[in-house]
């Protein structure tokens, strides 16, 4: 390209622009949508639950039972549910059946770190049957379980 044909291309590309030229530009639009997520801590973690009464028990007594619970996380507290609790005996021929035991739960929340809060309240009775004999249960430990869900 000689001297000439470069003034004469540059003077061309000046009178496009100052005649009105313009230049192009071009975008794209979209749409979209997201969603993150992360996992909490599994919380309180798990409490050890007790039930604590007084021996003693004979056909047609009752036993005040005091449930508590221990929570060992060093993190969180934790709130006890609704409390189950059953009956067994360490002895053949004495009954589970025999004896009853309630659960009133409190709904208490077990501080981190504490042992022996109180969570509920109940009876434990030894029910007096009138047609089993019921001496298979004389010297038994009996024993109450406790759940919470």
Known sequence: MTKKHKVLAAA??????????????AYWTTTGSGSGSATNSAGGGTVTLHANFTGGLVPGSSKVVTYTADNPSTTTSTQVGELTASVGTDKAG???????????????TVAKGDVGTVVGSGT????D????NQDACKGAVVTVSVGSV
């Open 12 to 25: 061309g590309a000046l009178a496009l622009i100052a005649g009105g030229g313009s230049a192009a530009y």
């Open 94 to 108: 004495c009954l589970p059946e025999w004896f009853d035991v309630t659960a009133v739960t409190s709904h208490t």
């Open 124 to 127: 434990l009775t030894f029910k």
């Open 129 to 132: 049957s009138a047609t089993d």
